[in-house]
């Protein structure tokens, strides 16, 4: 995949990219095995600290509300600083909240005083559910960046035709982390208990921290090992845009693409439906199949192996069909719409599923189709944000969250709703109608995405 001819006697190219790529790879893998954990270790922390499923909704969405606040600054500082230095704070910054969790223990501390606002009284107390919301909050605040600046990453070190392969490789990655974290907390919570676990895992991302900070470099002419011959490669399909020195493009720019809207109106639909899987998947094989939350690790855990698939077959078929011809806008779009669309089907037939294995099979599914287009989606942030691929990416990302935040934190109040009214089965049945429309959105959405139009590099701020 994109190699160039060499001039007789001259040295074939170095794979130093692909060295990049294991830690882009590694890195997502670290990113979801953190975010993901906490699904798994639910029952443990509600049991231990006395959180209802209201209260552990909005503990799931506290991580995404501070995720997206610094969405774009974070993507913005890895254009504006380079993503090594950004990346090493990031990490770091997650990895002690992430430990932080596993220190939060059942107290209550009340000041006896009362803040009025109107008619809305709230007591001046700290207890358990407010550090956890607090703790979780900055674990989303550390997380924000990540992947704007792993886009960064893969932009700056691989050609065009192997960019979307490169994100599928690191989608592949994370969806493997999706799948590890409940099987792992289940083995390290029965070894240690679940505090442990989070605190192990806190360690992890702080080796990778310093490993990372020694190894890696930002742009492929800083790293010593890198040769010219790579170096033509890289570059040889970078546009005028993706050559600009500007980190950001005027909101002029970004307000008149209608990719940009398209792009955030498909990540935000995608997130409203995709995050049943990260936090309300263990609940409905409880209450529907009547399997408990110890024993559904494997079940929970098995759509994201399918979703490694996908971003694989998705990155490398994006490319394929960019290698044979078919234009840019076309090789993107036409899998963002097949994913989603098939996506929305399997998830509104979960619903009308009677045994275990028929809902597996199909949310497995729905999985699968809907991860083909998420290193596509990236790839269209680096094709159209040339030099703000960062900021664009985490822009992007950000819109996502605010789906991802209504995504949990509404699911509750819907369940709470709908059993008042019918049984466990019919009320799944309507809630996974409801997931399965916000595909069918986002398939709109990608008839308007042209990842062939960049924005303009004479109009960056």
Not at 22 to 42: K, N, P
Not at 108 to 120: A, I, M, P, V
Not at 224 to 246: G, K, M, Q, V, Y
Request: neutral net charge.
């Amino acid at each position: 995949m994109g190699t160039l001819s060499n001039q007789p006697g001259a040295l074939p190219p170095t794979r130093v990219r692909y060295r990049v790529l294991g830690f882009a790879c590694s890195l997502a893998l670290l990113t979801y095995l953190d975010r993901i954990v906490i699904m798994q270790a639910r029952e443990s922390i509600s049991i231990d600290l006395g959180f209802n499923d209201k209260e552990m909704g909005l503990i799931f969405a506290a991580f995404i509300v501070g995720y997206l606040l610094l969405e774009v600054p974070g993507g913005w500082m890895g254009d504006r600083w380079g993503s090594r230095r950004v990346l090493a704070g990031i990490v770091l910054a997650w990895s002690l909240f992430t430990a932080l969790t596993g220190c939060v223990w059942a107290f209550t501390l009340d000041s006896g005083r009362q803040l009025h606002l109107g008619s809305l009284v709230i007591p001046l107390a700290l207890n358990s559910l407010a550090m956890m919301l607090l703790i979780r909050f900055l674990f989303g605040l550390g997380e924000a960046g990540a992947f704007p600046n792993v886009t960064r990453v893969i932009r700056n070190w691989f050609p065009l035709d192997e960019r979307a392969f490169a994100l599928g490789l690191v989608w592949t990655f994370a969806r493997l982390g999706g799948f590890l974290a409940p099987v792992a907390l289940s083995f390290l919570t029965m070894m240690f208990g679940w505090r442990q676990a989070f605190w192990m895992l806190g360690l992890l991302g702080t080796a990778w921290v310093v490993i990372f900070y020694l190894r890696f470099r930002d742009r492929p002419e800083d790293h010593p090992l890198c040769n010219d011959a790579e170096l033509t490669l890289i570059h040889h399909a970078s546009t005028s845009s993706e050559r600009s020195d500007h980190a950001w493009p005027s909101w002029r720019v970004l307000v008149g693409s209608l990719t940009v809207w398209a792009v955030c109106t498909a990540s935000f639909f995608i997130n409203l439906g995709w995050y049943f899987y990260a936090t309300w998947q263990p609940k409905y094989w409880q209450e529907v199949h009547n399997i408990p939350y110890a024993d559904s690790g494997w079940l929970t855990g098995a759509p994201f192996v399918c979703g490694a698939v996908g971003t694989l077959l998705g990155g490398f078929g994006s490319d394929r069909m960019l290698r044979r011809g078919i234009s840019r806008r076309w090789s993107r779009a036409l899998i963002g719409i097949a994913g989603y669309l098939l996506a929305g089907l399997c998830m509104l037939a979960t619903g009308f599923t009677s045994t275990v294995w028929q809902a597996e099979t199909l949310l497995c599914l729905a999985f699968l189709v809907n991860d083909l287009t998420v290193p596509i989606i990236w790839a269209v942030c680096t094709d159209v944000g040339g030099r703000s691929a960062g900021a664009l990416s985490g822009l992007m990302n950000m819109v996502g969250g605010v789906g991802a935040v209504i995504s949990p934190a509404l699911l509750p109040h819907a369940h709470e709703l709908l059993h008042a009214h019918f049984d466990h089965r019919l009320s799944w049945r309507i809630i996974f109608a409801g997931l399965a429309s916000a595909w069918f959105f986002g398939a709109v959405a990608w008839l308007f995405i042209d990842a062939g139009k960049p924005l303009s590099a004479d109009t960056h701020a």
